[in-house]
């Protein structure tokens, strides 16, 4: 379905703050009505000169389509600031609210409500976090074979010699088979799907605190392949071999995300499934590549608006010494083709309370640009950066995870200006500076003070 906008472009010229000079682009200028030329999307059309009711963030707040401003330095060690972004994410909404949260649970009866939802019924259900017989004495013959590999070429074989010992060690305690699933108290569980093996595996995130991350693996046919996210299909130049459709595909995504009770994710893209093969022997590693199916990609959306979803990776002045912290994401991924399910991710930290500040106050655009400018020289001492030229480039009005204040072990989506300087990466956005900004006071939100709060954070 297209969302409908109507985008105000009567306006357009200087704005003037008090700390730079700069040019926004398509500004609504007032809060219920103004005449206008509109561009259009779907079946919605407005005709020259006619007036209408502005009901919207862009129109209430006086958001620009796209920006171009140079930020005063002043006396600080960087030589240009600048926000450039021909096409500023805002979303369709009247508005936005304070969504309240909980961390979600992996207990032993999650485990066991998803393994049956996802595993075929009156199907045994087994417990694999230990290796069994077979297993480990296809291990020791590959170590045997390599030991006498080496000691034919002369070299040094006192590591092989230890794995063997190591194997055969195990394989004296190692049972025939799985153990059923019992009580659930185990991690990864095998079963059956369509009367195919799967695994299914559950992580803890990050620190081993509250939230989900699992993995459900199944086969892909004879051949040994890699297989990867490809580009989007709408991009796809090359044929794919799956006679799988995409809204198959997609059909199928929403069925298992049914099956593993995700709620409040949307699917966000459909890719290709790339497949390849290397060939070793060549000096080269000459790889082959053909694309046989598809990746549903789904992300967390509150009240219809995708949460940002960067990765601090490439965060040049978040590369903190010994400390290791990230954004908290949530996802859904679906690897899918004829031959059924090949790959199902998801990640889980929160679950919603029911608990909501509906149609929160919100900076205008130029209140935003004031706070931006007051409160960088103090986040980038508190974090500096060796760059002495950002230019933020991708600017969005989004949601973030932070702590509640006022609740212990509470958390809540908030409303958040994100302004991040970004190169792309396989057309995903990897940021290497990265602002946010509470959308509703001002502040800059302390990254690795919230990761560290929320369990994202290690030392």
Known sequence: MIKKRIRYIIFAGALSITFCASGCGKKAVDDQKTEHITETQGETTVDEGEIVEIDNLAGRLEIPDSCNISIDTGTSDFEN??????KIDIPYTNDMSVVY???VKTDNSYKQKIAEAIFDAGQDIYCCDQRIKDQVEQDLELAKEEYEDRLAQGLDVSDSELHIEQLEAELLKVSEEYPLAGDYQGNSFCGVIDGKDYTLSFYNHFDG?????????????DTEYLYFEGPPIDEMTETNLCEMTPDDASDAAEK???QCGITGMEQSDILALEWRTIDYSETENNTDIEYNGYVVKYTKEINGTQ??????????????DNVDFDIPTEDFTVYVNDNGLIQVHWKMIFSETGKEDPSVKLLTWDEVLDAFSSHLPEYYAKYPTDDKSIVFNDVRLTYYPV???NEENGYK??????????????GTKDPLQLIII??????????????????????
């Open 81 to 86: 600031i600048q926000i450039i972004d021909d």
């Open 101 to 103: 949260l909980q961390t």
């Open 209 to 221: 605190s509250d939230g989900i991350s699992a993995y459900l693996f199944g086969p892909y046919g």
């Open 256 to 258: 298992i995300k049914e």
């Open 307 to 320: 949460v940002y979803q960067g990765k601090l990776d490439n965060v040049k002045n978040l590369g903190l």
């Open 403 to 405: 702590t509640d204040e």
């Open 413 to 426: 989506f908030i409303p958040v200006w994100v302004f991040a300087e970004c190169e792309d990466y396989s």
């Open 438 to 459: 509470n959308a509703m006071d001002g502040s800059i939100i302390d990254l690795p003070e919230q990761a560290e709060k929320m369990g994202f954070y290690k030392e």
